[in-house]
């Protein structure tokens, strides 16, 4: 222990001795070798990544920018929303025409099994498909239910199709905006047909019609005595009602209850003005009642272009994204805003206690908000 040295922190003025002292680091590496001046190729990370380099490459087909976007698209970092943002712009114009499905149904109503096979068809016939889900449950839990089970390798190794699963951290909004920029992605891409998975949990469908031409919903045999009461919600969301596994015995059954959705159908109003909501069967396992499946969607799409109701729909859903938009804004900026995060607390225990009314709470909130302008 011949070199030691009186720490920096001691005053130099100082003579007396100091019992700590310090070795100084080696210069040599851990090895003994010294240090070579070799070029280190380091990777870069997304904040670096040249946007326009991006771009370039996603439109050109490359599926690794391509998963280079949707992460920046996901990322909750601040810098990576502008470049994301900025990246968007080159995108949009780009984008192909495209039909986007959105698929929904139960746990185990067979989503995952069918979007492979039916995948499979669509990518056979030549159209690029791209997999998104929406999975609510990973915005709560920061894991993710779809996906996780049936992994679609036979699909995710086609050299036309492209799955992604569902972001997941964030509130359902921003969820809703990663999905929905995500699909302009894809489409810039060359992805011409999107599907869309969400679990049958509500709020996630409506987001999903929200963001899709074409909602299907898959249901199971059996299903007649649900009917009466919480499908019928997503029953009017949806332009097709496909009952899945009609295979083996069950076809019958299956026949049966496509029939009985059928009689009900014709009672709710149609999703998609002009269309009218039918119910199929299929087996996604056996890959039988898909052809005519993508027949119908081809159908609604053709028909939906000729009337304007499909260009109406999508200017529609653009509008409806852009006050989504606004309005999550102004809920963080309101609710990130110094003077509102103060004295938020104490007026909601006076409120709980009835000494301040709730309207009087709003509007001293307002106030405090409007005064001391935060940055949005
Ligand atoms: N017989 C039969 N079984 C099927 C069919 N489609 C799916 N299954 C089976 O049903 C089970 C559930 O299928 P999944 O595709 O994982 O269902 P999911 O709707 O994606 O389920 P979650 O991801 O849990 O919401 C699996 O065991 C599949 O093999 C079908 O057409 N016929
Ligand atoms: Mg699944």
Avoid at 298 to 316: A, D, N, P, W, Y
């Amino acid at each position: 222990m011949g070199d030691q040295n009186r720490p920096e922190w001691t005053d130099p003025e100082k003579e007396e001795n100091f019992t700590t002292t310090y070795m100084p680091g080696l210069k040599s590496k851990h090895d003994g070798m010294e240090q070579t001046n070799r070029k280190r190729f380091q990777k870069k990370d997304n904040a670096e990544l040249d946007i326009q380099e991006i771009a370039a490459k996603l439109v050109g087909g490359n599926r690794i920018a391509l998963s280079k976007a949707i992460t920046l698209i996901e990322s909750n970092a601040k810098d990576h929303y502008q470049k994301a943002q900025e990246l968007l712009t080159y995108l949009l114009p780009l984008a192909v025409p495209s039909i986007r499905i959105g698929i929904t149904g139960v746990p185990g109503a067979g989503k995952s099994t069918f979007i492979e096979a039916f995948g499979i068809l669509l990518c056979e016939m030549g159209y690029k498909v791209a997999v998104l889900a929406v999975d609510p449950s990973s915005t709560v839990t920061g894991g993710s239910i779809l996906g996780d089970k049936t992994r679609m390798e036979n699909l995710a190794r086609h050299p036309n199709a492209f799955i992604r699963p569902s972001p997941s951290g964030g509130t359902l909004g921003g969820v809703h905006r990663k999905t929905r920029e995500t699909v302009i992605a894809c489409e810039a891409a060359g992805y011409d047909v999107l599907l869309i998975e969400t679990v049958g949990v509500g709020q996630s469908e409506v987001m999903v019609r929200g963001m899709v031409d074409f909602f299907m919903l898959l249901a199971l045999t059996g299903a007649g005595d649900e009917l009466q009461g919480m499908k019928k919600g997503i029953m009017e969301l949806a332009d097709a009602i496909v009952i899945n596994k009609a295979d083996g015995e069950n076809v019958t059954l299956a026949r049966k209850t496509c029939r009985e959705y059928n009689q009900i159908l014709h009672f709710l109003l149609p999703a998609t003005k002009g269309w009218q909501t039918r119910a199929f069967t299929c087996s996604a396992l056996h890959g039988t009642g898909l052809e005519a499946l993508w027949s119908v969607i081809q159908k609604f799409k053709e028909k939906g272009e000729e009337s304007g109701v499909f260009t109406e729909r999508r200017h529609l859903q653009e509008k409806e994204w852009l006050y989504s938009m606004i309005r999550e804004k102004l809920e963080n900026a309101f609710f990130d805003h110094p003077g509102v995060k103060r004295i938020l607390p104490s007026l909601q225990a006076s409120v709980i206690k009835g000494d301040v009314p709730v309207s009087k709470a709003v509007d001293s909130l307002f106030q405090e908000f409007q005064q001391n302008k935060p940055e949005v």
